[in-house]
């Protein structure tokens, strides 16, 4: 599931979220979405966060780095390319 990292207190819901769904056998898993800067994809990482999605192509949030399966939001020809040559495999396509 994808969790929308929006208002002042998404940390502390997502986290507790991502707990519920780790104690309760659902069958599922979370994820983070709408993240703009590092700070933040560090701290969901430290929460749990199994995938990042990102609303642009934004090489300083290139999760794969870091083992983690990260969705950058594209636009053009042009930054689905470059996602896929930073290592993406899926991206979040806007038209």
């Known amino acids: ?3 929308t990292a929006r208002g ?4 502390e819901v997502f986290l507790e979220l991502n ?4 104690k309760e056998p659902l069958g599922m898993v979370m994820g983070v979405g709408s993240i703009t800067d590092v700070t933040a994809v560090s701290l969901f990482m430290q929460m749990g966060s ?5 609303p ?7 999760c794969n780095r870091r083992k983690v399966l990260w969705s950058p939001g594209c ?12 290592g993406c495999e899926i991206i979040k396509l806007f038209l």
């Open 1 to 3: 599931m994808e969790f």
């Open 8 to 11: 002042n207190f998404a940390y």
């Open 19 to 22: 707990n519920y769904t780790i």
């Open 50 to 54: 199994n995938f990042i999605v990102t």
């Open 56 to 62: 642009s192509l934004r090489e300083d949030i290139a």
């Open 75 to 86: 636009g053009s020809l042009v930054e689905i390319n470059r996602a896929e040559e930073m």
